[in-house]
């Protein structure tokens, strides 16, 4: 009986530590997202490709902005409100012209296809917090392993429906840095088994977003875009 008392305190305990730092992540990217505005970049590293960094800008209310370099080609896109406008070889396209481009429009409907579900960091941190088994603090840093659906959505880019590959023996963790009560890097990587069209891939990717220029971000939007997502 005593052990059992002494295991259930244990447990107990346990929850409550990770209750407390998933309460400190989540604060801390709901205090970054409740900023005027903020930019970042990320980086990403994987057994199947290592594009070069990524750039993001956003302001609360407004425009969110994404440049992306893939291969020879950048891709940027705005979006705003659920809408979105991406910069095809053709000009640009609202993301829904662009996704359901022919396939050999580029790395433009790759990107704009990815970009329909697309979160800001702030979101997006919050989001894979509560996708944790537990997350514990060392000096500012809070860290934890992925449940096994949390490291297979992250290793499938958010992607939905059919066309999505299937994940095996997923596995992954996560890293929060913290500044002052607000969010100012996260690192996820993961791990598992891609199968698409019976073809088996290992993956490990590793993806690194820095927060910068929190309150002194500024977004010029071209007035095609604007045309295109109004």
């Known amino acids: 009986m005593k052990s059992l008392l002494v295991l259930a305190t244990a447990l107990a305990a346990s929850a409550n530590l990770y209750a407390a730092g998933l309460d400190d992540v989540k604060n ?3 205090k970054l ?3 005027d505005n903020y930019s970042w970049t990320q980086t990403m590293e994987s057994t199947q490709f ?14 969110t902005y994404l440049k992306f370099a893939m291969r020879d080609n950048t891709v940027e896109a705005y979006v ?11 000009g640009w396209q609202t993301l829904e012209e662009a996704a359901n481009a022919s396939a050999d429009a580029g790395p433009a409907r790759f990107m704009a296809r990815r970009m329909q579900n697309y979160k ?3 979101t997006e941190a919050e989001d894979i917090a509560t996708k944790t088994k537990e997350l514990t603090q060392t000096e500012g840093v809070y860290a934890g392993d992925l449940t096994e ?4 959505s992250l290793l499938m880019f958010g992607r939905r429906g059919g066309q999505a590959p299937e994940i095996h023996k997923a596995k992954g ?3 929060f840095w913290i500044k002052d009560g607000v969010l100012t890097k996260y690192q996820f990587k993961v791990q598992g ?6 073809e088996d891939r290992d993956v490990e990717r590793t993806t690194t977003v820095e927060i910068q220029d929190v309150g002194a971000t500024k977004i010029t939007v071209p007035e095609e875009a604007k045309g295109k997502i109004s």
Not at 52 to 63: A, C, L, R
Not at 82 to 88: F, Q, V
Not at 193 to 198: A, K, N, Q
């Open 28 to 30: 801390a990217a709901q």
């Open 193 to 198: 088994t891609v199968t698409r069209d019976g």
């Open 149 to 152: 659906d949390g490291a297979k």
């Open 50 to 63: 290592s594009p070069p960094p990524s750039h993001g800008k956003t302001e609360k209310g407004g425009f």
């Open 80 to 90: 705003k409100g659920g809408k979105g406008a991406i910069k095809t070889e053709d």
């Open 120 to 122: 800001a960091p702030a």
């Open 33 to 35: 997202g409740a900023t």
């Open 173 to 175: 963790s996560v890293k």
